[in-house]
């Protein structure tokens, strides 16, 4: 695992993404966009890479 800054919170990536916590669960489950866990807790984080990819991809298609 990177960094634990160059990840964010569920909360966050619904905020950058703007979608709801349960969406990213839904797509974690699905494959569609994975999280990884927190080494600690178990709490689910995404990539802020990924996140900015996956808005840049919905960005141009839109």
Same mark, same amino acid.
Request: proline share 2%; glycine share 6%.
């Given at each position: 695992? @990177?960094?634990? @800054?160059? #990840?964010?919170?569920?909360?966050?990536? =619904?905020?950058?993404?703007?979608?709801?916590? =349960?969406?990213?669960?839904?797509? @974690?489950? !699905?494959?569609?966009?994975? =999280?990884?866990? /927190?080494?600690?807790?178990?709490?689910? !984080? #995404?990539?802020?890479?990924?996140?900015?990819? !996956?808005?840049?991809? =919905?960005?141009? /298609?839109?």
């Amino acid at each position: 695992m @990177d960094h634990l @800054d160059t #990840y964010v919170t569920i909360r966050e990536a =619904a905020k950058m993404l703007g979608v709801c916590e =349960a969406t990213l669960r839904r797509w @974690d489950k !699905l494959g569609k966009l994975k =999280a990884v866990r /927190h080494p600690i807790n178990g709490y689910r !984080l #995404y990539k802020v890479d990924s996140l900015k990819t !996956l808005i840049r991809t =919905a960005t141009s /298609h839109g």
